[in-house]
């Protein structure tokens, strides 16, 4: 049985950080292409930042240089760190497993200007 439990959302000020989690069993990250997308009221889920099971990464326009996605195969979780975090960062952060199509709970995170 899949499980994905994304956490780390929260409440930041603009200009500050957050690390999400995304702990899973289930599924090896390490030999899956995974991805962080985000959805905001009122858009489409947008596709954030991944890694694949090469190890490499790629990311938004709008999140480059300031977000950076990684994974710790011990303990199977993948992470999405975030840096200057901007009022337009606010969304429902989703983890999501390309092999198997298969999304997380999501984690609020919201940015106050």
């Known amino acids: 049985q899949v499980q994905m439990v994304e956490s780390g959302g929260g409440l930041v000020q603009a200009g500050g950080s957050l690390r999400l989690s995304c702990a899973v069993s289930?599924?090896?990250?390490?030999?899956?292409?995974m991805a962080w997308y985000r959805q905001a009221p009122g858009n489409q889920r947008e596709l954030v930042a991944t890694?694949?099971?090469?190890?490499?990464?790629d990311y938004a326009d709008s999140v480059k240089g300031r977000f950076t996605i990684s994974r710790d195969s011990a303990k199977n979780t993948v992470y999405l760190q975030m840096n200057s975090l901007k009022p337009e960062d606010t969304a429902v952060y989703y983890c999501?497993?390309?092999?198997?199509?298969?999304w997380g709970q999501g984690t609020q995170v919201t940015v106050s200007s």
């Open positions: 890694i694949t099971r090469g190890g490499s990464t």
């Open positions: 999501y497993a390309y092999g198997i199509a298969y």
């Open positions: 289930g599924v090896i990250v390490s030999i899956n292409d």
